[in-house]
């Protein structure tokens, strides 16, 4: 009981935390979760953590809100995905309505802008740490179809501003009819011999 | 009554904006601005703007910008869990469905299809914050005059450490942002 509450403030905390600190939207928060769940807390998989964000990429709402639902599921249940909404929500909720009261000031202050244009430079860092390490990963499968689909996809969404929601649903329709013929071959070969 | 129609509204955004971030911001502008008149266009930019300065996801940014001015802080809570609703019931369902099914070989082969695609998407987002901290609004230019080499060394250093140290990104950013407005100010 006691090991349940401390996951539970783990996870409340964990999200609330990542997310007051996510300058720069949606995917910016994909890494950092990344490294918190993934890298320090262990509580889940590099692959499940993409899966799920291949789920949150492809339901509808904020990637960061819906990315939060499914690891709080994962770990937790729905209990769990209650309390990461709520650790995702809360920071924006309470930061916006503050700016809300002064927000020309703060939209014109110089010192505010110079420190994000400073951060810009930093997130793009903390961003391309991430796209090395995951990269990498899927090149070390040595799977030429992986690493075709990584390619392409970039290029279709970088390049030539494809909506991702189609990129998703012709790489995973790629991914079942690569698995289907490994599968038969598999089955054939286990007759042969 | 108006706090029902904001529940409705962004209800409404957060049913139909599937992919995040920019993809919103239309949807958001066709009800708060042309449909109900809650923001005058520019506030929509200035709310655009601030937004983008401010962390979290602007499809929430909104809820919580546009139900505070027209209804105080119940209008932005009420906007908020509007907007995340048909979050929280369809990603419930995909994640039951998910966590049931994904032993099966055709999602196996699904989920392996889409892996190498969300490397892709995260770099395609550095390369979009990349660019804008390196060239500005104005996107890549072959004009060396053109680079702001203050981003430029930021980033150097900042993967450099990132990839040595393995420090929290949370510090990365902090430290970027600070040393960054230090040396903007300054200039």
Not at chain 2, 23 to 41: G, K, R
Not at chain 2, 126 to 141: D, K, Q
Request: overall charge positive; charged content about 10%.
């Amino acid at each position: 009981m006691e090991k349940r509450k401390q996951i539970y403030r783990k996870l409340f905390t964990s999200t609330f935390y990542l997310s007051a600190f996510t300058f720069g939207g949606g995917f910016v928060i994909i890494p950092l979760m990344k490294k918190k769940f993934v890298d320090d807390l262990q509580w889940v998989d590099e692959d499940e953590m993409l899966n799920l964000t291949a789920i949150a990429q492809s339901s509808p709402g904020a990637v960061a809100v819906n990315a939060a639902i499914l690891l709080g599921y994962k770990v937790a249940g729905i209990s769990g995905a209650l309390l990461t909404i709520l650790g995702t929500v809360l920071p924006p909720l309470i930061i916006l309505s503050v700016i809300s009261l002064f927000y020309t000031a703060f939209r014109d202050n110089i010192v505010v802008k110079a420190v994000l244009k400073g951060m810009q430079a930093g997130i793009a860092a903390v961003i391309a740490d991430v796209v090395i390490n995951l990269g990498s990963n899927v090149l070390k499968e040595k799977d030429m179809i992986s690493a075709l689909i990584m390619a392409g996809a970039f290029i279709a969404t970088y390049l030539l501003k494809i909506n991702v929601v189609y990129i998703i649903l012709v790489c995973g329709c790629i991914g079942a009819v690569k698995i289907l013929i490994q599968t038969k071959k598999v089955h054939k070969d286990g007759v042969h011999k | 009554m108006i706090l029902l129609q904001l529940f409705w509204s962004f209800i409404q955004i957060g049913m139909f904006s599937i992919g995040g971030g920019m993809a919103a911001i239309p949807l958001i502008q066709n009800q708060v601005v042309d449909l109900h008149h809650w923001l005058t266009l520019s506030e929509f930019t200035d709310l655009i703007t601030i937004a983008e300065m401010t962390p979290g996801p602007i499809a929430i940014n909104s809820a919580t910008f546009v139900g505070i001015r027209i209804a105080g802080i119940p209008g932005a809570i009420i906007s908020t869990i509007g907007c995340v609703l048909p979050s929280c019931i369809i990603v419930s369902i995909l994640a039951w469905v998910y966590f049931r099914f994904k032993k099966l070989t055709v999602m196996q082969g699904v989920l392996s299809g889409l892996r190498p695609v969300i490397a892709a998407l995260i770099a395609s987002a550095g390369m979009s914050v990349f660019t804008l901290a390196v060239w500005g609004e104005g996107g890549f230019s072959t004009n060396p005059q053109a680079i702001n080499l203050v981003s430029v060394l930021i980033f150097a250093a900042a993967i450099f450490i990132l990839l040595k140290w393995k420090p929290d990104p949370v510090y990365v950013m902090l430290g970027s942002g600070i040393i960054g407005g230090i040396i903007y100010l300054i200039m």
